[in-house]
């Protein structure tokens, strides 16, 4: 019996990558002091946005944080304005089923506070977990979560669109049920990590779960 679902929020909730890369770029590059890579920001995915910033410029890194706060809440209305189709009611379906719904994501305690409040979002997760400046909190926090709710991993489903995720699930021996709905998902890689666990559309995993809950 599934008693708690755990989603992710960047590629999963909604498109927020672009927004992301784009305010990693344009924030940080000024204090880095040369133009960064996607490849560079990509290998500190899975920290915070603090943890990110530590690893890419020496200290003092600080204001580099505070300008990509400012640029992600000015530029999220423009680069991100929506959830992805389907998320709302996907989650109002879930909560009238009196299913808990938690948060865990790698973004930053800041930049998730920003899209939690611009999407309305702050009262439908029941516990969230931010991201971790020291490390890849996920399996861990799946532990946590487990521990404080006293659920056992079977109990447990985790939503999240990237390898990583299904690997962290793995580790903690929680479902994984990969989102594929966003334009750049790397769908023949997921379906060799979790194959016949891998979503092309919100709708699809809406059945899915549908059916896995009567």
Same mark, same amino acid.
């Given at each position: 019996m599934i008693k708690r679902i755990i989603f992710d929020f960047d590629g999963t909730l909604a498109n927020t990558v672009p927004l992301c890369m784009t305010c990693f770029h344009d924030a940080w590059e000024p204090f880095v002091g040369h133009p960064l890579t996607d490849q560079e920001i990509f290998a500190t995915f899975g920290y915070s946005e603090e943890g990110m910033i530590q690893q890419l410029m020496p200290p003092p890194w600080e204001k580099a944080l505070a300008e990509l706060y400012q640029m992600y809440e000015r530029l999220h209305p423009v680069l991100c304005p929506a959830l992805f189709d389907g998320i709302v009611e996907l989650l109002n379906s879930l909560k009238a089923k009196g299913i808990p719904l938690d948060l865990l994501t790698g973004k930053g305690e800041r930049c998730c506070d920003i899209s939690l409040a611009y999407f309305h979002l702050k009262n439908t997760f029941d516990i969230i977990i931010p991201g971790d400046p020291e490390k890849r909190h996920k399996t861990d926090a799946l532990c946590a979560i487990m521990a404080r709710t006293c659920t056992r991993p079977?109990?447990?489903?985790?939503?999240?669109?990237? @390898?990583?995720?299904?690997?962290?699930?793995?580790?903690?021996?929680?479902?994984? +049920?990969?989102?594929?709905?966003? @334009?750049?998902?790397?769908?023949?890689?997921?379906?060799? +990590?979790? @194959?016949? +666990?891998?979503?092309?559309?919100?709708?699809?995993?809406?059945?899915?779960?549908q059916n896995l809950l009567t």
């Open positions: 079977e109990e447990l489903l985790y939503i999240g669109d990237a @390898p990583s995720d299904v690997k962290a699930c793995q580790a903690a021996g929680v479902r994984c +049920l990969s989102a594929a709905w966003t @334009p750049d998902a790397n769908q023949a890689e997921l379906e060799q +990590l979790n @194959p016949g +666990l891998v979503f092309s559309s919100v709708g699809a995993l809406d059945a899915y779960l």
